[in-house]
């Protein structure tokens, strides 16, 4: 069983950056593949960012390549999502996420879901 806490969310202007992050409880953090996935309102759950075990792979939706980030602290049970020059459209409430592949971009691979954190982008 793993729990997960995003934390981080919040508003920010366009252009702006955020860092959103998930600490995950239980010994075997560096066992799961970590995804950041989000949802807008009215719209699907969509994959935003994947990393694999031990971050050395990571995969991201095409509408945040070069700006956003995903990195993950083993040592820490805790992955990141750095958002950098970031817009309206990307507002949405942001889930991490934890599956027992090694990387994911399918929600349905995913086993074990935070409560999600709103980030709200302001033009």
């Known amino acids: 069983q793993v729990q997960l806490v995003e934390s981080g969310g919040g508003l920010v202007q366009a252009g702006g950056s955020l860092r959103l992050s998930c600490a995950a409880s239980g010994r075997t953090f560096s066992s799961y593949g970590m995804g950041w996935f989000r949802q807008a309102p009215g719209k699907e759950r969509e994959v935003v960012a994947a990393?694999?075990?031990?971050?050395?792979?990571?995969h991201y939706a095409d509408s945040v390549k070069g700006r956003f980030t995903s990195s993950r602290d083993n040592a820490k049970n805790t992955v990141y999502l750095q958002m950098n020059s970031v817009k309206p459209e990307d507002t949405a409430v942001y889930y991490c996420a934890a599956t027992r592949h090694e990387i994911s971009y399918y929600p349905s691979n995913y086993d074990y879901w935070g409560q999600g954190t709103q980030v709200t982008v302001s033009s």
């Open positions: 990393i694999n075990w031990s971050g050395g792979r990571t």
